[in-house]
């Protein structure tokens, strides 16, 4: 039973940091001065979520509608988070360029 519960832990711990790591990296990467790098990982989870829909409707004989959606829909939240991160990150540099456009103006 102790090891049951030390494994839980451990890998709790370890999907905890690979979480914290990734937000990170989201971070560094749409902190860059090209807009792409950032928008790579929201790029790689959304692939992931057509693979997921991928498996669900090669699962069955039939389109599976509901499972369909509700996989989407689940594959998706990681791809929202990253995209929220990526603008809330980008703003720094439209807010940069907009001044940097009022000041050419006023000269």
């Excluded at 992931?48 to 998706?76: K, Q, R, T």
Aim: charged share 15%; glycine share 6%.
């Amino acid at each position: 039973m102790a090891i049951a519960t030390t494994m839980i832990w451990v890998s709790l711990l370890v999907l905890l940091l690979l979480t914290a790591g990734a937000v990170a990296l989201q971070i560094f990467l749409s902190r860059r001065e090209s807009r792409w790098p950032g928008l790579l990982l929201p790029g790689l989870t959304f692939l992931y979520s057509l693979v997921m829909v991928c498996g669900v409707a090669a699962y069955d004989g039939e389109f599976p509608w509901g499972p369909v959606l509700a996989c989407l829909v689940m594959g998706n939240i990681p791809t929202v988070i990253l995209l929220a991160i990526y603008w809330a990150c980008r703003e720094k540099f439209r807010k940069k360029s907009e001044l940097d456009r009022m000041h050419i103006d006023d000269l």
